[in-house]
């Protein structure tokens, strides 16, 4: 029987693809984890301002259903486009929620690092709105420009078509072209680094933290147990299980 139950709930009209399956391959045995899209948004991701009526019934729905011992609310753009949703949402709970970018924060922080390197699949819009998120946690953010100038589905899936070795040498050129940065954060988990995490830590000497890692990580401690996995490939998040600051 699983330690823990929990619900990761996606904002998108999908529960599988590749980068969900290379993120259950790392999740230990005494967790159960499962993923559930929500279904808001069909064409573009700025298709999920205003959506918080929608978002928290479902995921209301979602809870009272499932019994989970918590929950992570995947997609940044849902919370970065609604401001005050999450705490409303909390508000309605009995058990904890994390979010994804309280997650890579709160991981980026647990390796004492607070200068960071954000990776998204996001355009230029989004990433200047999660990085001003970012900002108000404490932490200094570089991202590089995109220079898109909408998120559509197709943008977004598109990034799944990029092997490891291209997130791997997308990763090392903006990190080089970056400065003085102690940690690279992977939000969006299309931008699929979960194959390459310990290459980049290896390579480059900073800890690589992904979002949905993360959130496993953050929500798994919230509630009080410690799951360090020893899945190949795992990262130092998920292996050393670093203590939340």
Not at 40 to 52: A, I, V
Not at 80 to 99: C, D, F, K
Request: hydrophobic letters at 40%; a negative charge.
């Amino acid at each position: 029987m699983a330690t823990v139950s929990l619900g990761f709930l996606s904002a998108n009209s999908r529960g599988h693809g590749a980068h969900y399956d290379d993120f259950l391959r790392l999740v230990p045995e005494q967790a159960d984890v499962q993923i559930i899209p929500l279904g808001l948004w069909q064409n573009s991701l700025y298709d999920l301002e205003g959506k918080t009526r929608e978002h928290i019934e479902r995921t209301t729905a979602l809870v009272a259903e499932h019994g989970w011992d918590g929950i992570a609310l995947m997609g940044a753009p849902m919370q970065v486009q609604n401001p005050g949703h999450v705490e409303q949402l909390r508000s309605l709970l009995n058990i904890p929620a994390t979010t994804a970018l309280e997650s890579g924060a709160a991981a980026v922080k647990a390796f004492r690092a607070s200068r960071i390197l954000l990776l998204t699949p996001f355009d230029d819009g989004l990433n200047a709105m999660l990085r001003e998120f970012l900002t108000g946690q404490g932490l200094d953010v570089t991202v590089p420009e995109t220079n898109r100038t909408d998120t559509s589905r197709e943008d977004v899936t598109s990034t799944e078509r990029k092997s490891a070795d291209e997130v791997y040498r997308l990763a090392v050129d903006a990190f080089e072209s970056a400065s003085d940065v102690d940690a690279i954060y992977f939000q969006g988990a299309p931008l699929n680094p979960l194959l390459a995490v310990e290459r980049l830590e290896a390579d480059l000497g900073v800890p690589v933290v992904a979002s949905n890692p993360a959130m496993f990580w953050h929500i798994t401690s919230l509630l009080g147990h410690r799951l360090p996995s020893s899945a190949d490939g795992c990262g130092r998040l998920l292996r050393e299980w670093p203590a939340r600051v």
